[in-house]
């Protein structure tokens, strides 16, 4: 599928295809990450192939890294790339043609007929989509698998039927262009499911990749008051939030709700979002300060997902609490249309650029939370330099 419902379709231009032999990050089990060159004539089930532009590390890649991988992978989720060869019928089906840069959605759903998230384009519900379960994602797909090319940390990976494409401009900034699904997931939870409008007062807790763009997803739809709190640790990341436009807490083993209130003038939340996962009494705590009608967003599980619930103040206060993962195509198209038209705000966060050599030592740093700075980690195959000078620091 594809965003772009309405452009011309010229015969498929002539198809360059890949090389034979692609370099990729092959992520193991013991969390390890080997550079190995990759045989595409191996590819089962290739519709055509995509050279990578950037492969953005969120946070799902480091957990399953750290939690140590099923076999070996070529991870990278958050795809960006031009299509080198595709064939004529998928061709026209997606509206997209070789020499088209695009995203990539990691679902890799069944799209069967009788699959009821599929028939709605709710792909993220499918079952074979299941982080948990069906576990057919863009990098998550085993490298022993055909060419093993199903990742985003390889000079180029392959499309397949069910592949989720979405097709950029081809002036789009590179470093927004890596934004796109995170971008899109901070949309859907931050807009869509919490409903934050012009006026709202909405508190995100955590300063991450997700947290940093749900700031700017508040900002995109003209929040009047955008809170970001986060551990001593993470101040540098909430600088970078500060500079989007949001009023930075550190919690210093305060209580949340107080936090909360200080930093809205006693207002409490429109929306509140937890982007790490506080569970247990923390959550419980925190629903108790939304505003009438305010929503809690929930997109992360910590360690305790069981709570007591003051109901009285949820019923009084007409208050929601959802559960949020990923992101709807809908949300993807208005990050692109956000991103295209400089609306995000997100070219102020730096990019910390990763050529693939480098993977393994950067997976390796943040998943002993020794990761850099800036959130937006960014693999980017072609790059063959140890480091860009022009853009972020490793530091
Ligand atoms: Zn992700
Ligand atoms: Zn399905």
Known sequence: MTNSA??????????????????????????????????????????????????????????????????????GHHVVGTVVSLDETQSTAWR??????VALEEYLPCLRADCPACRIGDYRMCPHTDLFAGKQRVGLLSADDGAGLHGGNAEYMQLSANSLVYRLPADLDADLAAWTQPFANALDWTVDAGGAKEGSTVVVIGPG?????????????????????????????????ESLGAVPVINNNHSLPELILRATGAEGADVLLDTVGLGGEAVAAAARVLRKRGRL???????????????????????????????????????????????????????????????????????????????????????????????????
């Open 6 to 75: 309405d452009i011309d379709i010229a015969p498929t231009r002539s198809v360059a295809g890949p090389p034979r032999l692609v370099r990729a990050a092959v992520s193991m089990p013991d969390m390890t990450t080997t550079v190995r060159q990759l045989d595409t004539d191996a590819a089962v089930g290739a519709v055509g192939w995509l050279e990578v532009e950037s492969s953005a590390v969120c946070g799902t890649d480091v957990g399953l890294y750290r939690a140590g991988l099923d076999s070996p992978t070529v991870l």
């Open 96 to 101: 997209v043609r070789p020499g088209d840069r």
């Open 209 to 241: 990749y997700h947290g940093i763009a749900a700031v700017a997803a508040a900002r995109a739809v003209g929040a009047a008051r955008i809170v970001v709190i986060g551990v001593p640790q993470s101040a540098g990341r909430l600088e970078i939030a």
């Open 297 to 395: 967003v929930i997109g992360g599980l910590g360690s305790t997902p069981v709570c007591e619930l003051d109901l009285k103040s949820l019923v009084r206060g007409a208050n929601t609490i959802v559960g949020v993962r990923g992101r709807s195509p809908d949300a993807v198209a208005r990050s692109i249309e956000l991103l295209a038209d400089g609306r995000s705000g997100l070219e102020i966060v730096p990019s910390v650029d990763v050529d693939l050599d480098q993977v393994d030592d950067m997976l390796g740093r943040m998943a002993t939370g020794l990761g850099p700075v800036s959130p937006h980690v960014v693999i980017r195959p072609q790059l063959r330099r140890p480091t860009d000078q022009k853009r972020g620091t490793l530091s």
